[in-house]
């Protein structure tokens, strides 16, 4: 599985800004399909994940502010990014994996990883 991530860029704070991730290959096998984010000299989190039929998850910062959603086909994962704060200021990174285990995705666990997109917010 391949993933293309498109739609970063910089934007003020309180603007917006939706990221998408395009996948291809065996799609057929994705599950899970999410959204890493990693600030400099920061750690890597989890910033919201979507699974068949499964409950979304979004970290507790995001929440109100972010909408993560996927295509019927599957082909495509957006994150809607709302009142953007300078602290969102962040590479951001789709990954895709082929079951569903949070406790490992909070792990990195990921089968499938994007190359990113820097988003900035400036204040």
């Known amino acids: 599985v391949h993933l293309a991530e498109s739609g970063g860029g910089l934007v003020l704070a309180g603007g917006s800004l939706t990221l998408s991730c395009a996948a291809s290959?065996?799609?057929?096998?994705?599950?899970?399909m999410g959204w890493y984010r990693q600030a400099p000299e920061k750690d890597r989190e989890l910033v919201a994940m979507?699974?068949?039929?499964?409950?979304?998850f979004y970290r507790d910062s995001v929440k109100g502010r972010f909408t993560i959603s996927r295509d019927n086909a599957g082909n495509t994962v957006n994150l809607q990014m709302n009142s953007l704060r300078p602290e969102d200021t962040a590479t951001y990174t789709c990954?895709?994996?082929?079951?569903?285990?949070?406790?490992?995705?909070?792990?990195?666990?990921?089968?499938?990883w994007g190359k990113g997109t820097l988003v900035t917010v400036s204040s």
């Open positions: 990954a895709a994996a082929d079951d569903y285990d949070p406790i490992r995705f909070l792990g990195y666990g990921m089968d499938y």
């Open positions: 290959g065996s799609i057929n096998s994705v599950v899970s």
């Open positions: 979507i699974s068949d039929g499964e409950p979304t």
